[in-house]
């Protein structure tokens, strides 16, 4: 299903490139668990923290929240602030997770992290009373990249562009066997084919050998065509994904919107559900991280969840 909308907004704000919201967590009422090592392996781009809802007994669909820092931090899982409370108050538990850095580790690391985080968090649910049997995942700039790579790459282990293969599953951690897809995805600006981030708007360079996209696959991207097609969502798009929400601002100088037109209309061509929310005048962040629409995304989140219980 195809819905496009464009929403005006009256506040322009720029959000810097390395983090979405410096919002630090206010734990809620409901049980929460801290830096869970969902590896086992004691870096701190392994861990994880746990928030239940106050209310209800459970277990509690979980939504993921990955951060944005240009792929550079391993360790901004307390920004969940500005995502967690319309999340929360929907019945929704969140878990926030690390990866690691770009500088510590080349992609695909950052997503064997996430696809690990998510085989953790199926394979303990009744450990922390979630429902292992449907994931959510967000995030927004970087994180909204892995967030798009997790909901079109379900299922994805093994695979070649020209000369270049990557197992994009990964082998970390001791669940192994356990899956690792999600039933929803709500992306927030992120980056979807980097080499085309340049020619189609960006008010910063990505071209260069030190930009954040070409740091996260280890050389320029325009020398690297193979590496960047295996690390775009795009590349991966097909019927089976999962229903997407995604967000853009038309004034984001950083990820330029058509990186989220292009999503879209692959999603929607390959006759997967996608929502695309373009809005009018915002920015790098600030100006999308609304109410309106954080309520908009946990109400998709929220039907997204009925509908699928609805098929079972």
């Known amino acids: 299903m195809k819905r496009f909308l464009v929403l005006a907004v009256s506040v322009v704000c720029l959000c810097g490139f390395i983090s979405l919201s410096s919002n630090v967590f206010a734990a809620p009422e409901g049980k929460t668990w801290e830096d ?20 209800g007994p459970g277990p509690f669909p979980a939504i993921v929240y990955i951060y944005g820092s240009a792929w550079f931090s391993n360790n901004l899982k307390g920004t969940a602030g500005m995502f967690s409370p319309s999340l929360l ?8 997770i690390n990866h690691r850095g770009s500088r510590e580790a080349i992609f695909p690391a950052q997503i064997h992290d996430a696809k690990a985080a998510i085989r953790f968090i199926r394979a ?27 909901g079109t790459s379900g299922g994805v282990s093994k695979h070649t562009i020209g000369s270049v293969t990557y197992d994009l599953e990964g082998s970390l951690g001791t669940h192994t066997g356990t899956d690792s897809s999600v039933q929803a995805a709500c992306d927030w600006f992120g980056p979807t084919n980097f080499r085309t981030m340049d ?23 325009q020398e690297n065509p193979d590496k960047c097609a295996l690390a775009n969502p795009v ?5 089976g994904d999962p229903p997407f929400l995604i967000f853009h601002g038309n004034a984001d100088p950083l990820v330029p919107f058509c990186q989220s037109d ?20 915002a920015g790098h962040g600030d100006g ?9 995304m946990a109400r998709f989140f929220s039907e997204s969840l009925a509908a699928w219980r609805n098929r079972k």
């Not at 649910?125 to 997790?150: E, R």
């Not at 590349?235 to 019927?239: H, L, R």
């Not at 999308?288 to 908009?296: A, D, G, K, R, V």
């Open 199 to 221: 020619s189609c708007g960006s008010q910063m360079s990505h071209d260069p050998v030190d930009s954040p996209e070409s740091t996260l696959i280890g050389g320029a991207i």
């Open 235 to 239: 590349t991966y798009v097909d019927a």
């Open 89 to 96: 108050k929907a019945g929704f538990a969140v878990v926030a």
């Open 288 to 296: 999308l991280t609304i109410p309106i629409n954080l309520n908009m």
């Open 36 to 55: 869970i090592d969902y590896v086992g392996d004691g870096i701190v781009g392994h861990h994880l923290d746990i928030y239940l809802p106050e209310k």
């Open 124 to 150: 303990n649910a009744t450990t922390y009373n979630l429902d292992p049997t449907w994931i959510g995942v967000t995030g927004g700039s970087s994180g909204g990249h892995l967030t798009a790579l997790m």
């Open 262 to 281: 292009l999503l879209h209309k692959r999603l929607t061509q390959a006759g997967a559900d996608s929502t695309y929310v373009q809005v009018s005048k």
